[in-house]
């Protein structure tokens, strides 16, 4: 059974940087699709990127369109960690951010793709 723990967020101001990582163990993530997934209160969770095996140690990214050209998803396989980079942040971004893997070819964009979560870690952004 693969588990996941999220680290990594905390409060920052609008422009500012934050990175997240999600660390597994019970399994190699490297072989998963790896997501990013968020929830603001009172919302649905969100699609937020996902990174996908094409074969040996080469991956796509995909991400959303609110959080293109600002966020990116890395590997550290050897840490069987996945992190988020998350720059120039708006308080739009303040959610609650879970890592999300699955054993699919193809990444899910919404939440029920997902067969493994995290406990997901609070990202605040205000003035």
């Known amino acids: 059974q693969v588990q996941l723990v999220e680290s990594g967020g905390g409060s920052v101001q609008p422009g500012d940087s934050l990175s997240l990582s999600c660390t597994a163990s019970g399994g190699s993530s490297s072989r998963y699709i790896m997501a990013w997934f968020r929830q603001a209160p009172g919302m649905e969770r969100e699609f937020v990127g996902a990174s996908t095996r094409i074969g040996g140690n080469v991956y796509s990214t995909k991400y959303a369109d609110s959080v293109k050209g600002r966020f990116t998803i890395s590997r550290n396989n050897a840490k069987n960690t996945v992190y988020l980079e998350m720059n120039s942040l708006k308080v739009e971004d303040t959610a609650v951010y879970y890592c999300?893997?699955?054993?699919?070819?193809?990444?899910?964009?919404?939440?029920?793709?997902?067969?493994?979560w995290g406990q997901g870690t609070q990202v605040t952004v205000s003035s």
């Open positions: 999300a893997g699955d054993p699919a070819s193809i990444a899910p964009l919404t939440p029920e793709g997902y067969t493994y």
